[in-house]
């Protein structure tokens, strides 16, 4: 993922710029309209997350480290980093949403008002926001490859360890088994988030020019706006808006399904060989012990 933000540094500025013009239009446009919209509490969702991360980090942490092993601190420290820069993104596609929702009020508005003008410039941010997408794709499909990938070894290799190779007995004793299971529910929540919050933010990026798919054309006594309205609708056709991983697949909820049911047929292919040895092993000793 450094390598990835190394090569993407000035992916990274256009996208801010990009944002920040997008932000700054639905500012001005409502407070011309005087509309009575707070503005989304980012400060108080990063403040959240940051807190939630360390919380978590710092109790798995003292729960299993051990004095000898310095690389169990740097490997922890890594991981923490990611826990926050996932919710960096998380926080930046809920942005990508709350932008797609305002300016389908502003579409509503212009469309309401018949003004040709202010419909061109919904469009234009439309346009931006758009390639906002893109440059997320570009930026961040390395980590959203990183986290599926994570979660299904991680939900794996525990529950093989855990149970499987363990001759198939959940035990409860176990020493690592609640870390265990924290982990699993804390990797499970970061990806349905992160995938959820992909998921809503490209469903509200599309649904930025609804309205105009519910307003007939011949309604519309402006001509040359029912016209653009008509190109917009042709032209929406053809774009597919989605959170895509180099366009190998799409990262919203059916991820999560994907996942679920790879790593459901793995473990159960992995538990039927795992039988298979125990029943062997139960033969020979049987045999060992009848000789």
Excluded at 83 to 102: E, P, S, T
Excluded at 130 to 145: D, E, K, P, S, W
Excluded at 162 to 179: A, G, T, W
Aim: glycine share 4%; proline share 2%; with cysteine.
């Amino acid at each position: 993922m450094l390598i990835t933000n190394g090569l993407n540094v000035a992916s990274f500025e256009k996208l801010a710029e990009l944002l920040g013009r997008i932000e700054r239009a639905i500012a001005a446009w409502m407070t011309v309209q005087q509309r009575g919209c707070s503005d989304p509490p980012y400060r108080l969702l990063a403040l959240l997350s940051l807190l939630l991360c360390f919380v978590y980090h710092f109790y798995v942490f003292y729960r299993s480290f051990l004095p000898a092993v310095h690389l169990v601190l740097q490997v922890r420290w890594e991981l923490l980093i990611v826990d926050l820069y996932l919710f960096h993104v998380m926080i930046l596609l809920f942005a990508l949403g709350q932008c797609a929702a305002r300016l389908r009020w502003m579409c509503g508005d212009a469309l309401e008002r018949d003004s040709v003008a202010e419909f061109c410039a919904v469009l234009r941010l439309r346009d931006e926001l758009i390639q906002c997408v893109g440059l997320v794709n570009r930026i961040h499909a390395v980590l959203f490859l990183g986290v599926s990938a994570s979660w299904l070894i991680s939900v794996t290799c525990i529950v093989y360890f855990d149970f499987i190779y363990s001759n198939l007995e959940f035990k409860p004793n176990h020493p690592f088994v609640f870390e265990h299971l924290l982990m699993v529910g804390w990797k499970s929540a970061l990806v349905a988030g992160l995938l959820a919050v992909a998921g809503a933010a490209a469903e509200q990026v599309k649904q930025i020019t609804q309205l105009t798919q519910h307003c007939g054309i011949t309604s519309l006594r402006n001509k040359r706006l029912a016209s653009m309205v008509n190109k917009l609708l042709i032209k929406c056709q053809f774009q597919d808006i989605h959170f895509t991983v180099c366009g190998l697949f799409t990262i919203d909820n059916s991820l999560n399904y994907m996942v679920i049911s790879s790593v459901v047929t793995y473990l159960v292919i992995i538990t039927q060989f795992r039988q298979m040895e125990i029943e062997n092993e139960n033969k020979v000793s049987g045999k060992v012990e009848h000789f």
